[in-house]
């Protein structure tokens, strides 16, 4: 079953980068002329919080090669294809990202993007539990460890009755 979700990631992926390819290409043939709008790479990352200071560099960062205006236009493109990159690498993110750092302690990465010479932007996406690693492998943080442990301390006035 995993094998077929692994393959519906990929496959979800590759139709998103493709849509965006297309939309930015039809976007980019427009009345003007190449050298009346400038234009760069759209750049995603992950930083350890929502508003990073301005010369922080991202904990970790992937330029998808997609060419884009330096305009609002460039910048909605590169946000969503930065959002849907990673929303599709929810499921091996944590083990891609461990292995890199080695060591993590309740990390929570924000997905950003960044086009031109424009500062990184927040993506409006923060993971949704930390992460911690040990070794360069995924570990389940003591948070999250506490939070299970307290929840089962409470009691079910349904089960009582």
């Known amino acids: 079953m995993s094998y077929f979700k692994t393959m519906f990631c990929d496959f979800f992926v ?3 980068l493709r ?10 043939s427009t009345t003007l002329a190449a050298d009346e709008l400038q234009k760069g790479n759209c750049s995603c990352g992950g930083f ?4 990073p200071i301005p010369d922080q560099l991202p904990v970790l960062a992937q330029a ?20 849907a990159l990673a929303i599709a690498t929810k499921a091996k993110g944590p083990e ?14 924000s997905a950003f993007y960044k086009t031109c010479d424009m500062p990184w932007m927040y993506a409006d996406l923060t993971a ?15 948070s999250i460890s506490q939070l299970r442990s307290n929840s089962s301390d409470v009691v079910d006035t349904k089960s009582v009755m």
């Open 19 to 28: 849509l965006i390819v297309v939309s930015a290409n039809e976007s980019s």
């Open 128 to 142: 949704e539990e930390p992460l911690c690693c040990e070794n360069a492998k995924v570990t389940i943080c003591s």
């Open 96 to 109: 891609i990202l461990c292995h890199k750092l080695k060591v993590a302690n309740e990390l929570k990465l």
């Open 48 to 51: 350890p919080t929502t508003t």
């Open 64 to 83: 998808p090669g997609l060419v884009v205006k330096c305009n609002d236009e460039g910048q909605g493109t590169c946000k969503s294809l930065c959002h």
């Open 14 to 16: 590759i139709l998103v």
